[in-house]
């Protein structure tokens, strides 16, 4: 009884398996076939453009004088303070110059004593009472005196130092009274009208730039209105750690308010340039750079590309693209190399 019960439970068993295994789906029966990702897509187009930058800077002064003393002395007047506006031809500092005045005194009155026993040794050749070697020792006696009163009225001088051009005092290193040895470093003397603003640049914007470029100059002052600029100058070298070129800017009319060191915004228009240019955002990046998705035959294919400066809307490609090409600008999910597309734009 025992050994038929068991026999019924396992055939019983065995044919709930069969059936189960009736009712299931062939695996082959189930596959879809994928259907077309829908994306737009953009040409690739050659467009004329100019590069638009956006750049700090700094102001300063392109034209300054360092005032040097060129005797030394005491130093008796010194009358300006930094941000003192002078005129050219205004005494700026000068020195106490007594004892050079005695020297050019004393050398005046050898040069008088020379003079006159020149003349007397002139006359007494015409008789023949005097050698020749006499009267050309006493003509060269004179032309040393002579010579030494031009050097001390030089040197007397240069203990009045004046102002070369209209300018604003920007430091005073000096007080009257100091003892101040030649070569002393006493003001310094900039010309207002010489500001400039001076800007880091990359290489791409230093190559993008002619004179005749666009530039805005926004100083960092409420309620400042935006100078025009233009470009004065590119400096020659590049900083080798951060790969970084000069350029100067002269300020058309810089008003009274603005300062050598100030902070200032920069807005630039390089050459207007034929460029390769897709969508950007078409652009994609993964670790291995910059690549693009593009139509052929209705599939995908990636390519990897060099992109350039970005203006607006539109990217400049350098390498990787050619005129005519069609890249997808939308329509990115799930794409891949090879995935079959449908076009929605009809580009």
């Given at each position: 009884?025992?050994?038929a019960k068991t026999l019924f439970f396992l055939l019983l068993l065995a044919l709930t398996s069969a059936c189960n295994d009736a009712k299931a789906p062939s695996p082959a029966s189930g596959q879809n076939k994928a259907s077309p990702v829908l994306v737009e897509v953009a040409r690739v187009q050659k467009r004329t453009v100019a590069g638009k930058w956006r750049r700090s800077g700094t102001l300063a002064y392109r034209h300054i004088l360092r005032v040097h003393t060129q005797e030394e002395g005491r130093l008796a007047s010194l009358p300006w303070f930094e941000g003192d506006r002078v005129n050219q031809?205004?005494?700026?500092?000068?020195?106490?110059?007594?004892?050079?005045?005695?020297?050019?005194?004393?050398?005046?009155?050898?040069?008088?004593?020379?003079?006159?026993?020149?003349?007397?040794?002139?006359?007494?050749?015409?008789?023949?009472a005097t050698s020749?070697?006499?009267?050309?020792?006493?003509?060269?006696?004179?032309?040393?005196?002579?010579?030494?009163?031009?050097?001390?009225?030089t040197r007397l001088g240069?203990?009045?130092?004046q102002a070369p051009f209209d300018?604003?005092?920007?430091h005073r290193l000096a007080e009257p009274g100091d003892a101040v040895s030649r070569n002393h470093h006493l003001l310094t003397l900039a010309d207002p009208l010489s500001l400039?603003?001076?800007?880091?640049?990359?290489?791409q914007l230093l190559v993008d730039l002619n004179p005749e470029s666009d530039?805005?100059?926004?100083?960092?002052i409420p309620d400042s209105q935006p100078l025009t600029g233009r470009l004065q100058r590119i400096f020659p070298t590049v900083n080798p750690q951060s790969r970084q070129g000069t350029i100067e800017i002269k300020l058309n009319n810089p008003p009274g308010r603005a300062w050598a060191g100030q902070f200032v915004r920069v807005k630039l228009a390089g050459i207007a340039r034929t460029r390769l240019m897709i969508p950007f955002t078409a652009l994609r990046t993964d670790r291995q750079g910059e690549y693009v998705y593009t139509v052929e035959n209705n599939k995908v294919v990636r390519k990897g590309i060099t992109s350039g400066e970005r203006f607006d809307d539109w990217l400049e490609v350098i390498e990787g693209l050619e005129a005519s090409e069609r890249v997808i600008k939308r329509g990115f999910t799930n794409l891949k190399n090879g995935t079959l597309v449908t076009i929605l734009n009809g580009t």
């Amino acid at each position: 009884m025992y050994i038929a019960k068991t026999l019924f439970f396992l055939l019983l068993l065995a044919l709930t398996s069969a059936c189960n295994d009736a009712k299931a789906p062939s695996p082959a029966s189930g596959q879809n076939k994928a259907s077309p990702v829908l994306v737009e897509v953009a040409r690739v187009q050659k467009r004329t453009v100019a590069g638009k930058w956006r750049r700090s800077g700094t102001l300063a002064y392109r034209h300054i004088l360092r005032v040097h003393t060129q005797e030394e002395g005491r130093l008796a007047s010194l009358p300006w303070f930094e941000g003192d506006r002078v005129n050219q031809g205004d005494t700026l500092a000068t020195l106490n110059n007594e004892r050079l005045k005695a020297e050019l005194k004393k050398a005046k009155a050898t040069r008088s004593m020379a003079t006159r026993r020149v003349s007397r040794l002139e006359r007494l050749r015409k008789t023949k009472a005097t050698s020749e070697e006499d009267l050309i020792e006493a003509q060269t006696e004179l032309e040393l005196a002579q010579t030494e009163v031009e050097i001390l009225e030089t040197r007397l001088g240069y203990t009045t130092i004046q102002a070369p051009f209209d300018g604003i005092i920007t430091h005073r290193l000096a007080e009257p009274g100091d003892a101040v040895s030649r070569n002393h470093h006493l003001l310094t003397l900039a010309d207002p009208l010489s500001l400039i603003a001076r800007v880091a640049a990359p290489v791409q914007l230093l190559v993008d730039l002619n004179p005749e470029s666009d530039i805005e100059v926004q100083l960092d002052i409420p309620d400042s209105q935006p100078l025009t600029g233009r470009l004065q100058r590119i400096f020659p070298t590049v900083n080798p750690q951060s790969r970084q070129g000069t350029i100067e800017i002269k300020l058309n009319n810089p008003p009274g308010r603005a300062w050598a060191g100030q902070f200032v915004r920069v807005k630039l228009a390089g050459i207007a340039r034929t460029r390769l240019m897709i969508p950007f955002t078409a652009l994609r990046t993964d670790r291995q750079g910059e690549y693009v998705y593009t139509v052929e035959n209705n599939k995908v294919v990636r390519k990897g590309i060099t992109s350039g400066e970005r203006f607006d809307d539109w990217l400049e490609v350098i390498e990787g693209l050619e005129a005519s090409e069609r890249v997808i600008k939308r329509g990115f999910t799930n794409l891949k190399n090879g995935t079959l597309v449908t076009i929605l734009n009809g580009t």
